[in-house]
């Protein structure tokens, strides 16, 4: 979701930027626009961090005590390891996981989905009310043009991917092949 998050900001900056992209004379960007636009995309970034903190206690409070301490050993053999598995670590950690704790992180990180997805509908919707007729429709555009172009399917993340961060939140670890 962070690709959306940065292209929220991008369309926030572009905006002034596709309205000169007409014949007629520049018009200078309005700055009060501008600085709205970017505390709105400040506080929208604030939303799914906090979102993002809580999706993590509830994942490390599903773990058993003994999950919680095999979740740090890979985590930290995964940091000093030359060439780290983590196809393999999170294969590891969802052999482990009970059905129950593997569960619940998938729940999470399914609520989590669905309210970061409201956040990010809303802060869009509100973002185009601020638009020229004419700015709407050029976003709309690039939105289908952008939605063509992206994959249709993603794997699904697993308990261990997510126990690991892999491909989700503000700073992932970084993990060929998700």
């Known amino acids: 979701m962070r690709p959306l998050i940065f292209a929220l900001a991008i369309a926030a900056m572009a905006a002034p930027v596709a309205a000169l992209a007409d014949d007629g004379p520049p018009a200078a960007p309005n700055p ?3 600085q709205q636009h970017m505390a709105a995309f400040a506080q929208v970034h604030q939303q799914i961090e906090t979102l993002h903190k809580q999706e993590r206690a509830q994942f490390l409070a599903a773990l058993s005590p003994a999950h919680k301490q095999l979740l740090a050993q890979i985590a930290g053999e995964l940091a000093i390891s030359p060439s780290p598995d ?5 294969r590891k950690l969802d052999a482990s996981l009970s059905q129950s704790e593997s569960q619940s992180i998938l729940r999470a ?3 989590y989905r669905q309210q970061e ?3 990010m509908e809303n802060a869009r919707a509100q973002f185009e009310k601020s638009l020229s007729p004419e700015q709407q429709q050029q ?3 690039r939105h289908a043009q952008m939605g063509a172009e992206r994959p249709t399917s993603r794997p699904q993340p697993t308990a261990g991917d997510l126990l690991l961060n892999f491909g989700h ?3 992932p670890m970084m993990h060929p092949g998700m």
Do not use: E, K, L
């Open 117 to 119: 997805r409201t956040i």
């Open 86 to 90: 983590f196809q393999g670590a999170a």
């Open 109 to 111: 990180h399914d609520s």
């Open 169 to 171: 939140g503000p700073m």
């Open 139 to 141: 976003m709309a555009q």
């Open 32 to 34: 009060a626009a501008m």
